[in-house]
C-alpha cells in the first residue's frame, strides 16, 4: 500500500522530521510511486528555458509568449512543462531567467497540438518560493502523471504596467450554430479579448450569480 503522499521538504531542511507529508487518505496509484537514484556527489539539476510556438516549434522567446520549453543543461533532454502547482510567482521567475521583467499570465494549451504531443514533459510540480532569485530555488519533479493539455504557455513582458494591465473582454451569447442571440438575452456565453481578438467560451470555475449580473449589463440588460 501507499504510506506517504504529498511529500514536501523545504529548501531548509536538515532532516526528514523537518518535511512536511500526508500519511493517510491518498488520492494516489503505484504508477505514481517514486524511485530514486542517489549518490555520494551531488550538484544541482539545471534548467534553460525558451518559448516556442506550440505548432510550428518556432522558437518565439523573443515575442514574449508561447509554449513553455525546460531544456537540461548537462543532457539532450528538452520539453514542456507541466502546470501541476505552477502559480504566477513560478511563471515570473521563469520569464526572468529569459530576460523578461515579469510574468503577464500563464495557461495551459487545450487541446494538445501534434507538436506538443511529439514532445517529452520533462518538468512537472515547479514551485518556486515568493522570493526566489533563481530557478535553483524552486523545487521539481522530472517524474510527471501529466498529459499535453495540461502544458503551460507563458507570456512575458518586459515592465511591470505591461504585466499589471488588464485585459479588456467584449462578451456575446450564441447559439449551438454560434449564430448570435444577444438580443434574446440567451445562449453560450462568449468572450473576445480586445488585446489579441482571441474568442472563446467561459469556464464555470468560481463563476456566480454576481458574476452573471455583471456580465448581463455588459450585454445591455438589467440582470
Given at each position: 500500500?501507499?504510506?506517504?503522499?504529498?511529500?514536501?521538504?523545504?529548501?531548509?531542511?536538515?532532516?526528514?522530521?523537518?518535511?512536511?507529508?500526508?500519511?493517510?487518505?491518498?488520492?494516489?496509484?503505484?504508477?505514481?510511486?517514486?524511485?530514486?537514484?542517489?549518490?555520494?556527489?551531488?550538484?544541482?539539476?539545471?534548467?534553460?528555458?525558451?518559448?516556442?510556438?506550440?505548432?510550428?516549434?518556432?522558437?518565439?522567446?523573443?515575442?514574449?509568449?508561447?509554449?513553455?520549453?525546460?531544456?537540461?543543461?548537462?543532457?539532450?533532454t528538452e520539453g514542456?512543462?507541466?502546470?501541476?502547482?505552477?502559480?504566477?510567482?513560478?511563471?515570473?521567475?521563469?520569464?526572468?531567467?529569459?530576460?523578461?521583467?515579469?510574468?503577464?499570465?500563464?495557461?495551459?494549451?487545450?487541446?494538445?497540438?501534434?507538436?506538443?504531443?511529439?514532445?517529452?514533459?520533462?518538468?512537472?510540480?515547479?514551485?518556486?518560493?515568493?522570493?526566489?532569485?533563481?530557478?535553483?530555488?524552486?523545487?521539481?519533479?522530472?517524474?510527471?502523471?501529466?498529459?499535453?493539455?495540461?502544458?503551460?504557455?507563458?507570456?512575458?513582458?518586459?515592465?511591470?504596467?505591461?504585466?499589471?494591465?488588464k485585459d479588456t473582454?467584449?462578451?456575446?451569447?450564441?447559439?449551438?450554430?454560434?449564430?448570435?442571440?444577444?438580443?434574446?438575452?440567451?445562449?453560450?456565453?462568449?468572450?473576445?479579448?480586445?488585446?489579441?481578438?482571441?474568442?472563446?467560451?467561459?469556464?464555470?470555475?468560481?463563476?456566480?450569480?454576481?458574476?452573471?449580473?455583471?456580465?448581463?449589463?455588459?450585454?445591455?440588460?438589467?440582470?
Amino acid at each position: 500500500h501507499i504510506v506517504l503522499d504529498e511529500v514536501k521538504c523545504g529548501d531548509e531542511s536538515m532532516s526528514f522530521n523537518e518535511c512536511s507529508y500526508k500519511r493517510m487518505g491518498t488520492n494516489c496509484a503505484h504508477s505514481e510511486d517514486v524511485f530514486l537514484m542517489c549518490d555520494d556527489e551531488c550538484s544541482p539539476v539545471e534548467f534553460t528555458f525558451s518559448l516556442k510556438d506550440a505548432t510550428s516549434g518556432v522558437d518565439v522567446t523573443s515575442s514574449g509568449k508561447g509554449l513553455l520549453i525546460a531544456s537540461h543543461n548537462d543532457s539532450d533532454t528538452e520539453g514542456t512543462v507541466c502546470d501541476d502547482m505552477f502559480t504566477l510567482p513560478t511563471a515570473t521567475l521563469i520569464c526572468q531567467t529569459m530576460g523578461y521583467t515579469c510574468a503577464r499570465d500563464w495557461f495551459v494549451s487545450r487541446p494538445a497540438t501534434e507538436l506538443q504531443s511529439s514532445m517529452d514533459i520533462v518538468l512537472d510540480n515547479v514551485d518556486c518560493p515568493v522570493n526566489a532569485t533563481q530557478f535553483g530555488n524552486c523545487s521539481f519533479e522530472m517524474g510527471h502523471n501529466c498529459h499535453h493539455s495540461e502544458d503551460v504557455m507563458l507570456t512575458c513582458k518586459h515592465t511591470i504596467a505591461e504585466c499589471e494591465r488588464k485585459d479588456t473582454f467584449n462578451f456575446l451569447l450564441v447559439d449551438e450554430n454560434l449564430e448570435d442571440t444577444t438580443v434574446t438575452g440567451s445562449g453560450l456565453l462568449m468572450a473576445r479579448r480586445e488585446e489579441d481578438d482571441s474568442t472563446g467560451t467561459v469556464c464555470d470555475d468560481k463563476f456566480n450569480s454576481t458574476s452573471a449580473d455583471i456580465i448581463c449589463k455588459e450585454l445591455g440588460f438589467n440582470c
